[in-house]
């Protein structure tokens, strides 16, 4: 049996030998024992490349090459060395095809308090298919893995990354800072539950550009503590649309300020611009919202603001919402209604939706005008509008 100092003079050994096969900071994760066969698990061979970029001084790249690599749940866990470690994919990484690998994980691939992490290009395929048939038996599974997650994380830049059927969410972003996602690209069945896009919550200046999202739950999902939030060039469908919200769960809840979501197509949606939150008390608040330049196809609900969400009628708190909603501006929103009613403003008796901005939005159904409702909504109708505007 191998003595426990044996153990550490080995570890440090091969510390050494990869830190002695890098001089500028490039680590190939095949060098380090990784195979694209789709077979292998190559979890430490991934994890050994972090742990060498992680602690070299300077700026470090973690290289993927074309393959497809087995990898079961990762943490990449910083602080770091190097403020600026890329990742640059060439090749696929898999989950276990087996739903129950990775246990009661949160994350699948979690990078957790890291500053400067860049992904480039690759593929993510969580293999969620699995777990989505045992959800729909209506048998006892797992809750699922987020694919990729980043918390408490600061200066991500990702580009070009593509991620597969996950589990769960496939992106989430909790208490970070400075994050900058393009040409990402999001695809999971519009029956897969739970299968959001983007999650992100607890967050400052986040940027979401170019990017395409098709998943069965909300294309971009934004929780409480967001803040300076930019959704530009997006395509969303199928899916759920773009949520604010769930909001209102808790008591003690911050609130969402400054999100702007512009240029964004929405084709066979549940729902278009979202904002959501449940009947029950909660100091939380939405607060400058704007959403402009946007397309609805076939979307059931294009406009919403629900304060009385409960998915399916179940456990319904029956109470009435606190979260006040203010200063929301919906500005040239066109396109096709599933529904007759193609705005809905349903807002909380305790705190009525105020500063509402509709301007220059026209939507129809089945060729002819949509209609819309409000309950305790107030606002400012501006130009050329359809439906007839309740507020």
């Given at each position: 049996?191998e003595?426990?100092?044996?153990?550490?003079?080995?570890?440090?050994?091969?510390?050494?030998?990869i830190?002695?096969?890098?001089?500028?900071?490039?680590?190939?994760?095949?060098?380090?024992?990784?195979?694209?066969?789709?077979?292998?698990?190559?979890?430490k061979?991934f994890l050994?490349?972090?742990?060498a970029?992680?602690?070299?001084?300077?700026?470090a790249?973690?290289?993927?090459p074309?393959?497809?690599?087995?990898?079961?749940?990762?943490?990449?866990?910083?602080?770091?060395?190097?403020?600026?470690?890329?990742?640059?994919?060439?090749?696929?990484?898999?989950?276990?095809?087996?739903?129950?690998?990775?246990?009661?994980?949160?994350?699948?691939?979690?990078?957790?308090?890291v500053?400067?992490?860049?992904?480039?290009?690759?593929?993510?395929?969580g293999?969620g298919?699995?777990l989505?048939?045992?959800?729909?038996?209506?048998?006892?599974?797992?809750?699922?893995?987020?694919?990729?997650g980043?918390?408490?994380?600061?200066?991500?830049?990702?580009?070009?990354?593509?991620?597969l059927?996950?589990?769960?969410?496939?992106?989430?972003?909790n208490?970070?800072?400075?994050?900058?996602?393009?040409?990402?690209?999001?695809?999971?069945?519009?029956?897969?539950h739970n299968?959001d896009?983007?999650?992100?919550?607890?967050?400052?200046?986040v940027?979401?550009?170019?990017?395409?999202?098709?998943?069965?739950?909300?294309?971009?999902?934004?929780?409480?503590?967001?803040?300076?939030?930019?959704?530009e060039?997006?395509?969303?469908?199928?899916?759920?649309g773009?949520?604010i919200?769930?909001?209102g769960?808790?008591?003690?809840?911050?609130?969402v300020v400054?999100v702007t979501?512009?240029?964004?197509?929405?084709?066979?949606t549940?729902?278009?611009?979202r904002i959501?939150?449940?009947?029950?008390?909660s100091?939380?608040?939405?607060?400058?919202?704007?959403?402009?330049?946007?397309?609805?196809i076939?979307?059931?609900?294009?406009?919403?603001?629900?304060?009385?969400?409960?998915?399916?009628?179940?456990?319904?708190?029956?109470q009435?919402?606190g979260?006040?909603?203010?200063?929301?501006?919906?500005?040239?929103i066109?396109?096709t209604?599933?529904t007759e009613?193609?705005?809905?403003?349903?807002?909380s008796k305790?705190?009525?939706?105020?500063?509402i901005?509709v301007?220059d939005?026209?939507?129809?159904y089945?060729?002819?005008?949509?209609?819309?409702?409000?309950?305790?909504a107030?606002?400012t109708?501006?130009?050329?509008?359809?439906?007839?505007?309740c507020?």
């Open positions: 049996m003595t426990p100092t044996r153990i550490i003079l080995v570890s440090l050994l091969f510390l050494l030998f830190q002695s096969m890098a001089i500028d900071g490039s680590y190939n994760v095949v060098v380090l024992g990784a195979k694209g066969d789709g077979l292998t698990d190559s979890t061979s050994s490349a972090w742990a970029a992680c602690g070299f001084p300077k700026p790249t973690i290289y993927v074309k393959g497809i690599y087995l990898v079961k749940q990762a943490q990449f866990v910083g602080p770091c060395k190097s403020d600026a470690i890329t990742f640059k994919i060439d090749g696929t990484i898999v989950a276990p095809s087996d739903y129950k690998a990775n246990g009661n994980a949160s994350f699948w691939l979690q990078f957790w308090k500053d400067g992490v860049s992904i480039f290009g690759g593929l993510l395929d293999q298919t699995g989505w048939d045992c959800k729909a038996s209506g048998k006892i599974c797992p809750i699922g893995t987020t694919t990729l980043f918390t408490n994380s600061n200066n991500i830049a990702i580009t070009g990354l593509t991620s059927n996950s589990q769960l969410f496939h992106l989430a972003f208490g970070c800072n400075n994050v900058k996602l393009q040409e990402v690209n999001i695809s999971a069945a519009g029956n897969s299968t896009g983007i999650h992100v919550q607890f967050s400052s200046s940027a979401i550009l170019n990017s395409n999202i098709c998943t069965g739950d909300d294309c971009v999902s934004i929780g409480p503590g967001t803040t300076n939030l930019r959704i060039n997006v395509f969303c469908g199928p899916g759920h773009i949520s919200g769930s909001l769960k808790v008591l003690q809840e911050e609130g400054n979501v512009k240029n964004v197509t929405f084709r066979d549940q729902n278009g611009a959501k939150s449940w009947g029950r008390p100091k939380g608040f939405v607060k400058d919202v704007l959403f402009q330049h946007a397309t609805m076939n979307v059931q609900n294009p406009i919403i603001i629900d304060q009385n969400y409960c998915p399916s009628n179940i456990d319904c708190p029956g009435v919402s979260v006040k909603i203010t200063d929301i501006t919906y500005q040239d066109h396109g209604s599933a009613v193609a705005v809905k403003f349903d807002c305790m705190n009525p939706c105020s500063g901005i301007q939005v026209n939507l129809t089945k060729n002819q005008p949509a209609k819309s409702t409000c309950t305790n107030a606002g109708v501006i130009g050329l509008i359809e439906p007839t505007m507020l």
